[in-house]
């Protein structure tokens, strides 16, 4: 990943309506992203401001509104739309993405469904 610094939010539970089953999208579940930002966060440090780094509360709003907002079916497509917001912001390096389904419909006894991403911002 890029960055030398790191900014985790860890266990942002949302309600949302994603899945491959009808059943899943019309009930919904708590989906729990965790988002790990790689930067360089010399800047905020020296400054002391928060306008020069990423705001973890607006972060944790973003995410809310795209697990909160239009379904979809996989959990690669949910974290690849919170990776991308994430890689909007011009300080962010890359990202590491975890959305976990903990209410996945599978008829074993089990803990946790989860899928992890990485992206890195491209090279201009």
Do not use: C, N
């Not at 400054?47 to 795209?66: C, F, K, N, P």
């Not at 919170?82 to 300080?91: C, G, N, P, Y």
């Not at 975890?98 to 074993?108: C, E, G, N, R």
């Amino acid at each position: 990943m890029g960055g030398a610094d790191e900014i985790t939010l860890t266990g942002l539970r949302v309600f949302g309506h994603h899945g491959v089953y009808d059943e899943e999208r019309r009930v919904g579940q708590d989906f729990v992203v965790d988002v790990t930002l790689r930067l360089d966060t010399r800047a905020a440090a020296a400054t002391d401001d928060v306008a020069d780094t990423v705001h973890y509360g607006e972060l944790a709003e973003q995410i809310a509104a795209i697990v909160g907002g239009e379904p979809v079916d996989l959990l690669e497509t949910l974290a690849a739309r919170i990776a991308d917001q994430v890689l909007t912001s011009e300080l962010v390096d890359s990202v590491r993405v975890t959305v976990h389904k903990p209410y996945a419909p599978i008829a074993l006894s089990f803990t946790d469904v989860a899928v992890t991403i990485e992206r890195a911002r491209r090279p201009r």
